[in-house]
């Protein structure tokens, strides 16, 4: 499975941005997709997911962002409202092909795929 961001860029604050992740390889043997952060002298962090049929979130960005999945497509998207300057970090999309009802989805470690990372950076 390949991964690849796109979508970043440089907004200012209470703007809006929307990430894509195209899925490559064998992309209907993924049960989940995620996106993580990494913020500048900080570990990476759990931003959201989708399964089959859930989605979740962090606090942080619970009701400002949405995450779906276009499964014929082979497509995530991480829509981002509302954002803010701590919001500014390297979006990464990750993939989980094992795990099923029993993935942890907000542990990086469950996630066997990344792509290289897309930057989003919120000025103020």
């Known amino acids: 499975v390949r991964l690849v961001e796109s979508g970043g860029g440089l907004v200012q604050a209470g703007d809006s941005l929307r990430l894509s992740c195209v899925l490559s390889?064998?992309?209907?043997?993924?049960?989940?997709l995620g996106w993580f952060r990494r913020a500048p002298g900080k570990e990476r962090e759990f931003v959201a997911a989708?399964?089959?049929?859930?989605?979740y979130y962090s606090n942080s960005v619970k009701g400002r962002f949405t995450i779906s999945r276009d499964n014929a497509e082979s497509t995530v998207l991480l829509q981002m409202n509302t954002l803010r300057p701590e919001d500014t970090a390297i979006y990464y999309c990750?993939?989980?092909?094992?795990?099923?009802?029993?993935?942890?989805?907000?542990?990086?470690?469950?996630?066997?795929?990344w792509g290289q990372g897309t930057q989003v950076t919120v000025a103020s």
């Open positions: 990750a993939a989980a092909t094992l795990g099923g009802v029993s993935l942890n989805y907000y542990d990086d470690a469950e996630y066997e795929y």
């Open positions: 390889g064998s992309p209907f043997s993924v049960y989940a």
């Open positions: 989708v399964s089959w049929s859930n989605t």
